[in-house]
């Protein structure tokens, strides 16, 4: 039981390349988010999908796309990076009683 | 405008101790409020549920009491030890309950 995992763990990226970051879940939870944690600005949500097949957008998600083809996983993709995108990404799954959200290891990304 | 804030400063005690935490929100009617943990280099933990109709919680050393009207939520770790220093974020239970919010976190060390 891995719980929830995150792909790449670092990655640095050159203004304008695009990429996709992977999360999966093993919990069979339905909810899934994307977050990002920038220094002094905690936590702030990006997407997020209440299901397989859906999404909604966070507090941030411009310049970000998010697909949730499937239960288990949830993919964040950056088409154009910007320096701004520069920061560690966290997903997250939450399921249970007290709707606990469960967090993968995150994504160092560098945009140069 | 809606604001989640915790302590800035680092809370620095001596082992054995309480450490109380602050959490104080504006313009937000959460459905619940959680208290994570994090440390360096990692994702956030679990650790605290409380619902808005409920005052106090507690789990082993620790205890969180929410108080609606003030619009706060405190978190205690009695007999403090070495191994508790971490950040630690509260968050809110926002969007009918299917996001989180969170603050900026505090960071805790326990001192020998």
């Known amino acids: 039981n891995a719980g929830v995992t995150q792909t790449p763990k670092f990655r640095v990226l050159k203004t304008g390349q695009s990429m996709t970051l992977l999360c999966a879940q093993d919990m069979n939870h339905e909810y899934m988010y994307w977050y990002r944690q920038d220094p002094g600005m905690g936590l702030r949500l990006i997407h997020y999908s209440v299901g397989e097949g859906t999404t909604a957008k966070g507090e941030v998600p411009d310049g970000y796309n998010v697909s949730r083809l499937k239960k288990q996983n949830f993919l964040l993709g950056l088409e154009s990076a910007a320096p701004s995108q520069t920061s560690v990404y966290f997903c997250?799954?939450?399921?249970?009683?007290?709707?606990?959200?469960?967090f993968g290891p995150g994504t160092r990304l560098t945009v140069l | 405008s809606q604001k989640i804030e915790q302590n800035s400063e680092a809370l620095n005690i001596q082992e054995g101790k309480t450490a109380t935490l602050t959490c104080n929100y504006t313009n937000y009617s959460p459905a619940y409020l959680q208290w994570y943990r994090q440390d360096p280099g990692r994702g956030p933990v679990f650790l605290l549920l409380i619902r808005e109709n409920e005052k106090e919680k507690r789990k082993e050393r620790l205890k969180v009491t929410f108080d609606t009207t003030l619009k706060q939520s405190l978190f205690h770790i009695t007999a403090s030890q070495p191994a508790d220093s971490a950040t630690y974020l509260c968050a809110l239970g926002t969007g009918g309950g299917n996001k989180l919010t969170f603050g900026t976190g505090t960071q805790l060390k326990v001192e020998l």
């Open positions: 997250a799954s939450r399921g249970g009683p007290t709707d606990t959200q469960y």
